[in-house]
C-alpha cells in the first residue's frame, strides 16, 4: 500500500514538473522516497484508528502542491496531473499481474509466497486507481472532471472540495462507495489477472 501510494505521489509530482510547475520538485515531492509522502493523519493515524475500530479504512498521502498559473495550459494540464496518479497504479497493476503470468498464475498462487504478494499488488493498485477516479473533489477524479467542465461548473465543483471527505465518508458507510468501486475493480482484476 505505501509503495502504490507513493508511486501515485511520485506520478502527480512529475507530471507536474515536466509540465511547467516546479512547485513539487523544490519540496523534494518527485521522489520515491515514501517519507516525503506520508501525512500523519491520513496515511498514519486514521488507517490504524479503522484497523483497530473495525471502521472502513479511508487514508490518503501528502497531497502533491500545483501551482497552476505555472502550468502551460492550466486546466488541461492541471487535469493531466490529477489523472497521472491514478495512471500510475493502473500501471503498477499491471506489472504485478505480468510477473503474476510469468510465476505461472492462479496454479502457482498459494497462501503465502511471491504469487499471493502480486494478486494483492493488482488488488491494491485497481481499487487505489478506481477509488481516486470518483468523481469528488478532492479524489483525482474530481479533479478531472473539472478539467473537462465548462470553467463556471468547474468552479462550482471546486467549491465542494472541503466537502469531498464527508461525502465519501457518507458513501462508505452506506455502503454506496462499495457498490460504486467494486463492479469496476473486480472487472478489472479479472481482466489481469485470469
Given at each position: ?16 514538473d ?19 509522502h ?132 457518507a ?24
Amino acid at each position: 500500500m505505501l509503495a502504490s501510494l507513493t508511486v501515485h505521489e511520485w506520478a502527480h509530482a512529475w507530471t507536474a514538473d515536466r509540465l511547467g510547475d516546479s512547485t513539487a520538485r523544490m519540496l523534494g515531492r518527485v521522489s520515491f522516497n515514501p517519507i516525503v509522502h506520508i501525512d500523519l493523519l491520513g496515511t498514519v493515524v486514521l488507517p490504524l484508528l479503522a484497523i483497530f475500530s473495525g471502521l472502513p479504512i479511508l487514508g490518503w498521502a501528502k497531497p502533491v502542491p500545483v501551482n497552476t498559473s505555472r502550468l502551460g495550459h492550466p486546466k488541461r494540464d492541471f487535469m493531466i496531473v490529477a489523472a497521472a496518479g491514478p495512471t500510475s497504479n493502473i500501471v503498477m497493476a499491471i506489472a504485478a499481474a505480468l510477473a503474476f503470468r510469468v510465476l505461472g498464475g492462479v496454479e502457482a498462487t498459494g497462501e503465502f509466497g511471491a504469487a499471493r504478494l502480486l494478486v494483492m499488488a493488482v488488488q491494491i493498485n485497481v481499487l487505489l486507481a478506481v477509488f481516486n477516479m470518483l468523481p469528488i473533489p478532492p479524489l483525482d477524479g474530481g479533479n478531472v472532471l473539472a478539467g473537462l467542465l465548462p470553467d463556471r461548473m468547474a468552479g462550482l465543483l471546486y467549491s465542494l472540495r472541503s466537502y469531498g471527505f464527508i461525502v465519501l465518508y457518507a458513501l462508505m458507510l452506506t455502503g454506496i462507495l462499495s457498490r460504486l468501486i467494486m463492479p469496476p475493480t473486480l472487472f478489472l482484476m479479472r481482466l489481469l489477472l485470469l
